[in-house]
């Protein structure tokens, strides 16, 4: 695996201090990646939508200091020292050295926040991870003023990676490949790439509510789900139908072939759960509520000749997809039938967007 263009270039430029502020979103995968081995090489490849409304926004102030051997960084979250957060990004940051040897010349302050609340159940490394992977590459790109925008989302994207896998989909929008794939041009490992084909617009500013079904904390953390596949009967066959489901995907994505859409997304969800279920040990992420939304929608899709559908992540929570002709008619929906499944009657409406911005 070549990573070498991905080693800091020579510097030309001294910066004794600078802050950078970016907000990256969160993303929803079509194509679900479960599974990867060492260093954040995924199993398979995955797709998934890019959010618009969910996102992290994060502000990084470097001052130049001593280099030394270790990284010395602080963190608040939402105005507040975090430091049970920081071994995550210790060791992301031990991760990326080699990549980024800049990172023991500065103190870094990092200050981060989300557009949703915290114990939502919603993933937040995606965001999370890549809002810090863009405050990085603004450094680098300072410190060198010859890189190529093009190569600063590769690499962004190179960094968020060994973050979180996820956070490699969270640079570019609205639709995002991560795994090596002989259908994706372009596709790699190492980074995610914008889907680099022709879209058909049904699925332009495609929607998704969140149901917040349930706001507890993960009860499988993504490290442990991962190391779920190792050794699981049905990884292998798992893992050749994701790609195999990916060739699909590309296919019903230029196509706007919308009820395969909706079979493959939601088979998808149900296989990453059954992927759960069947492993040892062994978990059920969805609760009642989870299941009442789901047989909800399914009648309204068939009582309405509607194109509405639900995936999952690792959680209870239900992501209700549909295009954006139906959004009136779904929104009453949700808020008259599926709003009560959730907490606090909770759900955040989002739509895919176009990626990380810098403010
Ligand atoms: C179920 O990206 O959170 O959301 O690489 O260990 O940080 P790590 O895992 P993470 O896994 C996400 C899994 C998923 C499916 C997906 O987003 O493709």
């Known amino acids: 695996m070549d990573t070498s263009e991905f080693t800091s270039k020579s510097t030309n430029k001294y910066i004794d201090k600078a802050s950078f502020t970016w907000q990256t979103p969160s993303n929803i995968a079509l194509v679900k990646y479960w599974g990867k081995s060492n260093p954040q090489i995924p199993k398979n490849a995955s797709i998934s939508f890019t959010l618009n409304n969910c996102h992290t926004i994060t502000t990084i102030d470097f001052e130049k200091k001593e280099k030394s051997t270790v990284v010395d960084f602080d963190l608040f979250f939402e105005g507040k020292q975090k430091d049970e957060f920081k071994p995550k990004i210790s060791e992301f940051f031990t991760r990326i050295q080699a990549y980024c040897p800049f990172i023991f010349e500065y103190k870094m302050t990092i200050h981060s926040e989300n557009s949703f609340p915290h114990s939502s159940g919603i993933a937040s490394s995606a965001s999370g991870l890549s809002a810090i992977a863009r405050c990085l590459m603004s450094l680098e790109s300072e410190i060198n003023s010859s890189l190529s925008e093009e190569y600063i989302n590769k690499k962004t994207s190179f960094l968020a990676?060994?973050?979180?896998?996820?956070?490699?989909?969270?640079?570019?929008?609205?639709?995002v490949v991560w795994g090596n794939h002989p259908d994706i041009e372009g596709s790699s490992d190492l980074y995610g790439v914008k889907f680099p084909y022709d879209v058909h617009p049904i699925f332009n500013n495609y929607q998704d509510t969140i149901l917040l079904v349930d706001k507890g904390e993960k009860q499988v953390s993504s490290t442990v789900g991962h190391n779920l596949m190792h050794n699981h009967p049905y990884a292998e066959n798992r893992f050749q139908q994701a790609n195999e489901n990916l060739s699909k995907m590309s296919e019903i994505l230029q196509e706007g072939t919308i009820k395969d859409f909706i079979n493959l997304v939601e088979s998808e969800a149900l296989t990453l759960h059954a992927m759960m279920l069947t492993s040892n040990p062994y978990f059920i992420l969805m609760k009642p509520n989870t299941l009442e939304v789901i047989n909800k929608i399914w009648s309204y899709r068939a009582e309405?000749?509607?194109?509405?559908?639900?995936?999952l992540d690792a959680g209870a929570n239900v992501h209700v997809l549909y295009p954006e002709d139906e959004k009136d008619a779904v929104n009453s929906f949700i808020n008259n039938e599926l709003a009560k499944y959730c907490q606090k009657n909770q759900y955040i409406c989002d739509n895919a967007g176009f990626g990380a911005t810098r403010i």
């Open 161 to 175: 990676r060994l973050g979180s896998g996820s956070a490699s989909r969270s640079i570019e929008g609205p639709l």
């Open 304 to 311: 309405n000749n509607s194109n509405i559908c639900f995936t």
